[in-house]
């Protein structure tokens, strides 16, 4: 089984930065995917992006251009760069690992975007 823990969300100005970090455990040699997914105050959770064990990337469109998505060498630690944060963003964030069609959910890290 895979486990994963986010870490860096925080408080941040909008049109401010935050990194992200979400650390793998356990069976990650069997990770296909990890990824970012976010759920907003009275509103369901929704995909972020996405990185796959080949390294290609994909994002939800409105995230394009703004978030960035990227892999430590060890393969076990994704980040999520997010800048030019805006107040929609507010969210919590959870990371997600997938390994042979099971999914591993973190706790989640809070982000407020706000002045």
């Known amino acids: 089984q895979v486990q994963v823990v986010e870490s860096g969300g925080g408080l941040v100005q909008p049109g401010g930065s935050l990194r992200l970090s979400c650390a793998a455990s356990g069976s990650i040699g069997s990770i296909d995917a990890m990824g970012w997914y976010r759920q907003a105050p009275g509103k369901e959770r929704e995909f972020v992006a996405r990185v796959r064990s080949d390294g290609l990337t994909d994002y939800a469109d409105s995230m394009k251009g703004r978030f960035s998505i990227s892999r430590a060498n060890a393969k076990n630690t994704v980040y999520l760069q997010m800048n030019s944060l805006k107040p929609e963003d507010t969210a919590v964030y959870y990371c997600?690992?997938?390994?042979?069609?099971?999914?591993?959910w973190g706790q989640g890290a809070q982000v407020t975007v706000s002045s």
């Open positions: 997600q690992a997938s390994s042979r069609g099971i999914e591993s």
